[in-house]
């Protein structure tokens, strides 16, 4: 199997985490053409990274969709097969995509790219503490993580997590978490995770060359 894939971006590194932590023989490659040119459409109809690519030659895109099958191939189960438990690990994950990436994360990058966008930028931040308040108030409904492994809506969380503590510096906000102690904990244990902490070094890299 092959994994098409960007190093900056946090959709393919959650599915590279996954590939680790399962040790799974999936070739990590560059797209075979640039983003959002006819030729890498023309190879990828729904046009984002990551894709993965079958022996048979068929594609996978859609890093959830990704994550799914290869954590039911072989190995310890990422994603858990108890259904209470599952759902726990689809809130975090669903968090992750559905609220604090839109909401938060998204607009901070956008207005980073633009000239002069970390200038009076107060509602970003105010979307960031809302979303953080957010998750500290799930991270507390939930069962406590210290007490469990690493699953698959870590990984998801990790990777957009990341990004805001990468970004949020440039908004003058150079603790993002300080006011958040469940979701400061969270960090501070899933950080730890070796497969985690390798994959976000390698996006936090790319990250870094991307704005040079």
């Given at each position: 199997?092959?994994?098409?894939?960007?190093?900056?971006s946090?959709?393919?590194?959650?599915?590279?985490?996954?590939?680790?932590?399962?040790?799974?023989?999936?070739?990590?490659?560059?797209?075979?053409?640039?983003?959002?040119?006819?030729?890498?459409?023309?190879?990828?109809?729904?046009?984002?990274?990551?894709?993965?690519e079958?022996?048979?030659?068929?594609?996978?895109?859609?890093?959830?969709?990704?994550?799914?099958?290869?954590?039911?191939?072989s190995?310890?189960?990422?994603?858990?097969?108890?259904?209470?438990?599952?759902?726990?690990m689809?809130?975090?994950?669903?968090?992750?995509?559905?609220?604090?990436?839109?909401?938060?994360?998204?607009?901070?990058?956008?207005?980073?790219?633009?000239?002069?966008?970390?200038?009076?930028?107060?509602?970003?931040?105010?979307?960031?503490?809302?979303?953080?308040?957010?998750?500290?108030?799930?991270?507390?409904?939930?069962?406590?993580?210290?007490?469990?492994?690493?699953?698959?809506?870590?990984?998801?969380?990790?990777?957009?997590?990341?990004?805001?503590?990468?970004?949020?510096?440039?908004?003058?906000?150079?603790?993002?978490?300080?006011?958040?102690?469940?979701a400061?904990?969270?960090?501070?244990?899933?950080?730890?995770?070796?497969?985690?902490?390798a994959?976000?070094?390698?996006?936090?890299?790319?990250?870094?060359?991307?704005?040079?």
């Amino acid at each position: 199997m092959k994994l098409y894939n960007m190093n900056h971006s946090p959709y393919a590194t959650r599915v590279r985490m996954l590939i680790r932590k399962k040790g799974l023989a999936v070739e990590i490659l560059d797209p075979p053409a640039p983003t959002g040119t006819p030729e890498f459409i023309e190879q990828f109809p729904l046009g984002k990274i990551p894709v993965l690519e079958l022996d048979d030659g068929s594609q996978l895109p859609d890093s959830w969709v990704i994550m799914e099958y290869l954590d039911a191939l072989s190995g310890t189960q990422l994603i858990p097969a108890e259904p209470l438990a599952r759902a726990h690990m689809q809130l975090l994950a669903r968090y992750a995509d559905t609220y604090l990436g839109p909401l938060a994360l998204f607009p901070m990058f956008q207005r980073v790219v633009q000239p002069g966008g970390t200038e009076n930028a107060e509602e970003v931040l105010e979307a960031l503490d809302k979303e953080l308040a957010r998750l500290d108030r799930l991270l507390n409904m939930l069962p406590d993580f210290a007490d469990r492994a690493v699953h698959a809506g870590d990984m998801v969380l990790a990777t957009n997590m990341e990004y805001v503590l990468m970004l949020a510096p440039m908004f003058g906000r150079a603790e993002p978490l300080a006011e958040y102690p469940a979701a400061e904990r969270w960090q501070h244990w899933v950080s730890g995770d070796e497969d985690v902490q390798a994959c976000t070094a390698e996006m936090k890299q790319a990250v870094a060359a991307f704005f040079g």
